[in-house]
């Protein structure tokens, strides 16, 4: 017989061996920051399947990768947000050069003899060598002389070298109209071009570190590569297809030329006044502290960009009318074996009573500083004998004891200063300046014995 009883049997529990495991979902996104993330795809897991489901579009998918050959990775994330209005209008100047050169280089051309039954190979080798030549011993030159200028005002040297190089494409355009001084104005406009060269990549190597935010110099410099070699190839384009309707047109030349001169002018304008750069230099220190001064506040570094000056100093005359800018009294790294003896009384007495512990002594002149730099000063020294400095430039429009007060203004407030810079984004480590060469070390003995 069957046991009824059987129904009232405790049932066992399932063993762990017969239970359906858990789902396992997994999102895949894609991005170089944590900040810049997408998603792309949803993974489910289950005991015998493995359902995808992708997120977006493929053409997103394309669009993307096409973009990653022209932005920095990580991009917008990886770089300052003065990045893409700078190189938009970059991108622009770049292509109207481009046009240009087309233009200038046929005029070069036809200077040189080419296509002419007269003119002679070696000849036109010759001149295209000096041209070069002249070039290449030009940028030596410049590199000597300023090369150490070009990082503390990158904003300026940015338009003097564009400017060069409109001045360089205009020789170029001019030359055929003076045979009998072809050689030099080709020289010339050659010499102008190699001033180009050399201001404009330092520049730009300055530029590409400002733009950095993740240690992504060497990468936001390959892709601005990109960026130029397309505007390369399409300037060489509309260049061809302009040269081919003004073929035998001069006055159509030289109106589409002076007409992307200007154009190319307004967009280097339009470039450099989209920088916010956070260096410290000169100018840029003077408009801080003179704000800081008055207000007890620092400004951003877009305020600052909107009121320092792109252009070289003489081309404002107008705004100098009521005496020199602050900075410009700034004498930094003084070479003592020209000063005089009553500076040297002056400094002696400076010295010993405010400047003991300073790795800098100041003279103050006529409303001038000058800034003896010792010869271990650090970076931070040298930042912080330019801000002494300001500070007795300010204070020597209101009294006479300079140094006094100006020692008690830097006790007081001079850390202050420095931690509001940093606070607000400006980096405080140096001073943005051409290197000071003169320094100087000094000792302080009783007067009764002698030195030796």
């Not at 002018?265 to 100018?283: D, F, G, H, I, Q």
């Not at 408009?287 to 007890?296: A, E, G, P, R």
């Not at 900075?327 to 790294?333: D, S, T, W």
Request: aromatic share 10%.
């Amino acid at each position: 017989m069957v046991d009824d009883g059987a129904g009232d049997r405790e049932t066992s529990p399932p063993s762990s061996s017969s239970a359906k495991p858990p789902l396992l979902i997994i999102e895949e996104w894609r991005g170089e920051a944590s900040t810049n993330l997408s998603k792309t795809a949803i993974l489910t897991a289950g005991s015998s399947s493995i359902t995808l489901l992708r997120s977006g579009s493929r053409w997103n998918g394309i669009w993307r990768k096409f973009l990653e050959a022209f932005v920095p990775e990580g991009f917008p994330s990886s770089v300052t947000p003065d990045y893409v209005p700078f190189q938009v209008w970059d991108s622009l100047q770049g292509l109207s050069t481009y046009i240009r050169a087309m233009l200038s280089t046929q005029a070069l051309l036809s200077a040189i003899g080419v296509g002419e039954k007269s003119a002679t190979v070696i000849g036109a080798t010759f001149q295209w060598f000096l041209r070069d030549f002249t070039g290449m011993l030009g940028g030596i030159l410049f590199t000597f002389y300023q090369g150490r200028n070009l990082d503390s005002n990158s904003k300026m040297w940015r338009l003097v070298a564009d400017f060069m190089n409109d001045l360089g494409m205009l020789l170029d355009l001019v030359s055929p109209l003076f045979p009998s001084v072809l050689i030099i104005i080709v020289c010339l406009g050659s010499l102008s071009r190699s001033f180009t060269g050399v201001a404009s990549g330092a520049t730009r190597a300055a530029l590409t570190q400002h733009f950095s935010l993740q240690n992504n110099a060497a990468d936001i410099s390959a892709k601005e590569g990109s960026q130029e070699t397309v505007a390369t190839m399409i300037g060489m384009a509309l260049g061809m297809l302009l040269a081919h309707l003004t073929k035998g047109q001069p006055l159509a030349v030289w109106v589409s030329f002076l007409f992307l001169t200007l154009f190319h002018m307004y967009a280097n304008y339009k470039a450099v006044r989209c920088l916010s750069l956070t260096t410290l230099n000169k100018e840029r220190s003077a408009l801080l502290l003179q704000n800081f001064i008055k207000t007890s506040q620092v400004l951003s570094p877009q305020q600052v960009s909107m009121m320092e000056h792109v252009f070289p100093v003489w081309s404002y005359p107008w705004s100098f009318r009521k005496g020199k800018p602050l900075y410009r009294r700034i004498h930094l790294g003084v070479k003592v074996s020209s000063l005089n003896h009553p500076d040297m009384m002056k400094i002696s007495d400076s010295a010993i009573s405010h400047y003991q512990n300073a790795k800098y002594l100041l003279l103050e002149r006529d409303g001038e500083v000058y800034v003896v730099t010792h010869k271990q000063s650090a970076p931070s020294d040298v930042l912080q004998s330019f801000i002494h400095a300001l500070v007795i430039a300010c204070l020597r429009e209101k009294n006479e004891a300079v140094h006094k007060d100006s020692d008690l203004w830097m006790d007081a407030n001079y850390n202050s200063f420095m931690a509001k810079l940093h606070s607000a984004g400006w980096a405080v480590e140096r001073l943005l300046t051409p290197s000071v060469v003169w320094r100087a070390h000094w000792t302080f003995v009783p007067t009764e014995q002698k030195i030796k």
